[in-house]
């Protein structure tokens, strides 16, 4: 069965420092990766994704994220936080691409001045 | 494109009440999903449309739930009767042919006193 765990519930960085929020999932198969945002109040927001290719795959507004077989991860990180990325991220696996995605429980990210 | 649409955006109803949730998805995408994102259970798949058509209804709570997609351009979930548990926000999302990205709406929060 597939599974997605983010460890961290929350999450507080000082603006200006990088991020790193982790993700590992557990697929039988070649997974699909994604990771959204969801600020308060609204939809998710597609910041990247990984079908396959290059492991370390570039999103919007300056995330990254890359892809580790051999750890079953998929950690998403940016170098410079800035306030407005504050917000909560969601790491999701799909079957056959955007298909019945997987979410995990989401990391709340706290941007302190 | 408007990007996909929901209405309505906040819905407060009595238990026992019938509550019908609408989307409008994405004009050429031929996926549409219902997610339910609540505290505790996070975000959750309850069924998907490939062409109009339910291909996998497994996380339908109960039968109280049901799911139509009369045509391509609007789908609406219905609860009948609602209950106190099923508040939570309800989002639609789609896909196009390739299911590269599942687009979001901005969901409908559901209260249920």
């Known amino acids: 069965a597939q599974s997605v765990t983010q460890p961290d519930i929350h999450i507080t960085v000082s603006e200006g420092a990088s991020l790193e929020l982790r993700c590992n999932y557990s697929?039988?198969?070649?997974?699909?990766l994604f990771w959204y945002v969801q600020s308060p109040g609204q939809g998710l927001q597609l910041l990247l994704k990984?079908?396959?290719?290059?492991?370390l795959v570039q999103g919007i507004k300056g995330f990254e994220a890359e892809f580790k077989r051999s750890q079953s991860s998929f950690n998403l990180r940016k170098p410079s936080v800035h306030w407005s990325d504050a917000a909560e991220y969601f790491c999701?696996?799909?079957?056959?691409?955007?298909?019945?995605?997987?979410f995990g429980t989401g990391t709340r990210l706290t941007v302190i001045p | 494109d408007a990007g996909v649409i929901q209405s309505p955006r906040h819905e407060v109803t009595e238990m026992g009440q019938e509550v019908t949730l609408r989307c409008k998805p994405i004009?050429?995408?031929?996926?549409l999903f219902w997610y339910r994102q609540t505290m505790m259970r996070g975000l959750e798949l309850l069924i998907y449309f490939n062409n109009n058509v339910p291909i996998d209804d497994s996380g339908m709570p109960e039968d109280r739930f049901s799911a139509k997609m009369p045509n391509a351009s609007f789908s609406t979930l219905k609860i009948q009767p609602s209950e106190p548990r099923d508040s939570a926000v309800y989002f639609c999302?789609?896909?196009?042919?390739?299911?590269?990205?599942?687009?979001f709406g901005q969901g409908t929060r559901l209260t249920v006193v």
């Open positions: 999302a789609s896909s196009p042919p390739f299911r590269t990205e599942a687009f």
């Open positions: 990984y079908f396959s290719g290059d492991t």
């Open positions: 697929y039988g198969a070649t997974p699909y």
């Open positions: 999701a696996v799909g079957q056959t691409g955007a298909n019945n995605l997987f």
């Open positions: 004009s050429g995408h031929d996926y």
